[in-house]
């Protein structure tokens, strides 16, 4: 380990006190996605404390400082600015049930940690590229009605790393360090390198029947309730038909079915998230989802509409580099390794947008209990949850950028795009 690797983590121990202060703040106030204002300004504050480039309100809320003046490709380091709705979750907001119990409270201080680090003058003397630190809006999905909220103010609701794409802001991009707390049990302080996860196409579905008094007359009116009911039952029926590698996950909610009890329901609305590992597998599934829900509105005799649109794509599984395989050296002490390529994750980030894209050099680190999205989730280890974070982060970034950023420049070469950007925004754009 060089002296700027031992300063690196040297200024990260300096300011453990206020990593651990910042993330404990924001981890008792989430806020739901392009509505994080506070969260934003805390990033924004400390970036412009540090004397780093900042620039605010990118995306609605997004944040972006840059360290160094080198031209050519960055290297980008991404924290997520949102919480995941779980109303029973001890530090949810009364007023939108926000909370971190998804763990971005961790990414920020991996992100706040790296800028203590990084923007030292000693330090960023020796980076051969432009550091990007990103703090962005929105990972978390919050349905179709919240997206279509922000038209006007976005393009793509639902996904902040979508609305930075569209918005150019990753065009200089060469490579993406991101974060997240193990997404799987793991008692390993440390897993370098992507699992695949799946993708997924969000619907709503709606059922207009017809209302006649339930009661005196209910052979007058149309059910949407009971159209919606044959719909999620031909549904259960079509889950045999999945492929077990597929990893197919079809989860639906009802968002509104009736209004009085003695009235026929004339209207229900059903929205859900078709999920599988590959894009293939998650068209074929949403194909089988519609073909269910139209059953329900040929058997009843009610009108459906089926709105569809992609959420996240499927996280592209990756190998850790050489960046990161060498932090292992530089923390002994921690308990760092190599993810199991065989695990595949059924969950979602649009961490997977990117990876069509970019190379992804991605890690997860523990020092919480309870389940993700849960009420249940703690940092009982602040250290390990905010502090190796950071130090992981930090580290990988210079590795990447130090000896005029060799590492990033052969990370980059290396990488064979799945998409491009026009064929990305097509398949975003599909209906």
């Known amino acids: 380990m060089d002296k700027t690797a031992e300063r690196i983590l040297s200024r990260i121990d300096a300011n453990a006190d206020r990593i651990i202060s910042f993330a404990d703040d924001?981890?008792?106030?989430?806020?739901?996605?392009?509505?994080e204002?506070?969260?934003?300004?805390?990033?924004?504050?400390?970036?412009?404390?540090?004397?780093?480039?900042?620039?605010?309100?990118?995306?609605?809320?997004?944040?972006?400082?840059?360290?160094?003046?080198?031209?050519?490709?960055?290297?980008?380091?991404?924290?997520e600015?949102?919480?995941?709705?779980?109303?029973e979750h001890p530090y949810a907001s009364p007023q939108t049930y926000a909370s971190h119990a998804c763990g971005h409270n961790v990414q920020l201080a991996a992100l706040i940690g790296s800028a203590f680090a990084l923007s030292n003058p000693e330090i960023a003397s020796q980076l051969g590229?432009?550091?990007?630190?990103?703090?962005?809006?929105?990972?978390?999905?919050?349905?179709?009605?919240?997206?279509?909220?922000?038209?006007?103010?976005?393009?793509?609701?639902?996904?902040?790393?979508?609305?930075f794409l569209y918005q150019g802001y990753f065009d200089d991009i060469a490579?993406?360090?991101t974060h997240h707390v193990h997404y799987y049990p793991c008692d390993a302080d440390a897993l370098i390198g992507s699992n695949s996860t799946n993708g997924f196409q969000s619907?709503?579905?709606?059922?207009?029947?017809?209302?006649?008094?339930?009661?005196?007359?209910?052979?007058?009116?149309?059910?949407?309730?009971?159209?919606?009911?044959?719909?999620?039952?031909?549904?259960?029926?079509?889950?045999?038909?999945?492929?077990e590698e597929d990893h197919v996950r079809v989860h639906p909610v009802i968002r509104e079915?009736?209004?009085?009890?003695?009235?026929?329901?004339?209207?229900?609305?059903?929205?859900?998230?078709?999920?599988?590992?590959?894009?293939?597998?998650i068209e074929d599934a949403a194909a089988k989802t519609d073909r269910a829900f139209l059953a329900g509105a040929v058997a009843t005799g009610a009108e459906i509409q089926i709105e569809s649109s992609m959420g996240c794509f499927p996280v592209l599984p990756s190998a850790p580099c050489k960046a990161l395989l060498d932090v292992t050296s530089m923390l002994p002490d921690a308990d760092i390794r190599p993810v199991d390529l065989r695990i595949h994750n059924s969950l979602s980030t649009d961490v997977g947008d990117l990876s069509h894209l970019y190379p992804i050099v991605n890690f997860t680190t523990g020092g919480f209990t309870g389940g993700l999205h849960q009420k249940d989730f703690a940092i009982p280890d602040p250290h390990k949850a905010y502090i190796l974070p950071a130090k992981i982060m930090?580290?990988?970034?210079?590795?990447?950028?130090?000896?005029?950023?060799?590492?990033?420049?052969?990370?980059?070469?290396?990488?064979?795009?799945?998409?491009?950007?026009?064929?990305?925004?097509?398949?975003m754009d599909k209906r």
Request: glycine content about 10%; hydrophobic content about 45%.
């Open 394 to 427: 930090a580290l990988t970034a210079y590795n990447l950028v130090k000896n005029a950023a060799s590492e990033l420049s052969a990370l980059r070469d290396a990488f064979r795009p799945v998409l491009t950007k026009e064929e990305y925004f097509a398949i």
């Open 81 to 87: 600015l949102d919480g995941i709705v779980c109303p």
């Open 26 to 35: 924001i981890f008792r106030a989430a806020e739901p996605g392009y509505h």
């Open 129 to 163: 590229a432009r550091i990007r630190l990103l703090a962005v809006p929105a990972e978390e999905y919050r349905g179709e009605a919240a997206a279509l909220s922000l038209a006007g103010k976005v393009k793509y609701g639902k996904s902040g790393k979508s609305e």
């Open 37 to 79: 204002v506070r969260t934003a300004g805390k990033v924004a504050e400390i970036f412009r404390e540090l004397g780093i480039q900042t620039e605010e309100h990118i995306a609605i809320t997004g944040v972006r400082g840059t360290i160094g003046e080198a031209k050519g490709p960055a290297l980008a380091l991404i924290g």
């Open 203 to 243: 619907k709503t579905v709606t059922y207009i029947g017809k209302a006649a008094h339930a009661g005196g007359a209910p052979w007058d009116g149309i059910n949407a309730l009971n159209a919606a009911a044959i719909g999620l039952n031909a549904l259960a029926y079509a889950r045999e038909t999945f492929r």
């Open 257 to 281: 079915a009736g209004q009085a009890v003695n009235v026929v329901p004339d209207r229900a609305v059903l929205e859900m998230m078709v999920r599988a590992g590959t894009l293939s597998a």
């Open 175 to 177: 490579a993406f360090v």
